[in-house]
């Protein structure tokens, strides 16, 4: 515990720690863990210049951290802004398809899948819940997600 004593070497290991996930964000989608490491980075910059002990370093780490992330990721909205895209799909694309549900789909929360043209897609429903085994009607895609809706074929 003598190195958690240690003022210099542990502003050290916040500012590595700091510089290893701000380098991380590259890698990691989401840009929290970018704000994650500024914040490491300036905990470690102020315990190298006062001496503050480790347990008020990381209750500062941890409240400059949601911080961070609440106006940095505030501020990063205004000039990113998220749409969610509907897209009109053409006949070769699904609209009207019958696809087999192989996950449960449930009414307007991802979670359930579909097998269309070979390959599992994500799936949501609007009206009403779709048991894995059934079959489904795509209806349109947002983003990477179909829409669909039961259907009842006859008994064979």
Same mark, same amino acid.
């Given at each position: 515990?003598?190195?958690?004593?240690?003022?210099?070497?542990?502003?050290?290991?916040?500012?590595?720690?700091?510089?290893?996930?701000?380098?991380?964000?590259?890698?990691?989608?989401?840009?929290?863990?970018?704000?994650?490491?500024?914040?490491?980075?300036?905990?470690?910059?102020?315990?190298?210049?006062?001496?503050?002990?480790?347990?008020? &370093?990381?209750?500062? =780490?941890? +409240?400059? !951290?949601?911080?961070?992330?609440?106006?940095? #990721?505030?501020?990063? /909205?205004?000039?990113?802004?998220?749409?969610?895209?509907?897209?009109?799909?053409?006949?070769?694309?699904?609209?009207?398809?019958?696809?087999?549900?192989?996950?449960?789909?449930?009414?307007?929360?991802?979670?359930?899948?579909?097998?269309? &043209?070979?390959?599992? =897609?994500? +799936?949501? !429903?609007?009206?009403?819940?779709?048991?894995? #085994?059934?079959?489904? /009607?795509?209806?349109?895609?947002?983003?990477?997600?179909?829409?669909?809706?039961?259907?009842?074929?006859?008994?064979?």
């Amino acid at each position: 515990m003598d190195f958690l004593q240690d003022g210099h070497n542990l502003s050290y290991l916040w500012i590595a720690s700091g510089i290893i996930l701000m380098v991380a964000e590259l890698f990691v989608p989401g840009t929290f863990v970018f704000f994650l490491g500024l914040s490491a980075t300036i905990v470690g910059s102020v315990s190298y210049f006062f001496e503050i002990g480790f347990w008020t &370093q990381a209750i500062v =780490w941890a +409240a400059l !951290s949601g911080i961070l992330i609440w106006v940095g #990721g505030s501020f990063l /909205r205004k000039f990113f802004p998220s749409s969610s895209e509907r897209v009109a799909l053409n006949p070769e694309e699904g609209p009207g398809r019958i696809v087999l549900v192989s996950k449960d789909i449930l009414v307007e929360r991802k979670g359930g899948r579909v097998v269309f &043209q070979g390959t599992e =897609w994500d +799936a949501i !429903s609007k009206s009403k819940r779709i048991a894995a #085994g059934k079959r489904a /009607r795509i209806l349109e895609r947002e983003n990477l997600t179909f829409v669909v809706e039961p259907i009842e074929l006859p008994e064979i």
